[in-house]
Nanobody, 124 residues
Framework: QVQLVESGGGLVQAGGSLRLSCVAS????????MAWFRQAPGKDREFVAT????????YFSESATGRTTISTDNAKNTMYLQMNALKPEDTAVYYC?????????????????WGQGTQVTVSS
């Protein structure tokens, strides 16, 4: 069983930055694939970023590429999402997700565990 708790969301002006955190309990990052998704009102949950802990390759959505980094602090069982140059269209609830296989996926329904989400609001 994995429990995920996100934090770090808030209200920020366009062009600003935020760092989201996801604390995982129950398992280590080396076992589970983890990712960030987001969901805006009236829209489907969409992929933002993930990282393959074995190859260390990171993958980002087209909208996140160039503005976003994903990292972990294994000692703290925490995954981070650093978002820069934020835009109003980045406004959404951001979720941390984990899947029991070690292979990252870009598809929300392939993840087994979800956090409660953290709201990010970007004002213009």
């Amino acid at each position: 069983q994995v429990q995920l708790v996100e934090s770090g969301g808030g209200l920020v002006q366009a062009g600003g930055s935020l760092r989201l955190s996801c604390v995982a309990s129950g398992r280590t990052f080396g076992t589970y694939a983890m990712a960030w998704f987001r969901q805006a009102p009236g829209k489907d949950r969409e992929f933002v970023a993930t990282k393959n802990w074995n190859t260390r390759a990171s993958y980002f959505s087209e909208s996140a590429t160039g503005r976003t980094t994903i990292s972990t602090d294994n000692a703290k069982n925490t995954m981070y999402l650093q978002m820069n140059a934020l835009k109003p269209e980045d406004t959404a609830v951001y979720y941390c997700a984990a899947r029991s296989t070690g292979v990252p996926s870009f598809t929300a329904h392939e993840y087994d565990y979800w956090g409660q989400g953290t709201q990010v609001t970007v004002s213009s």
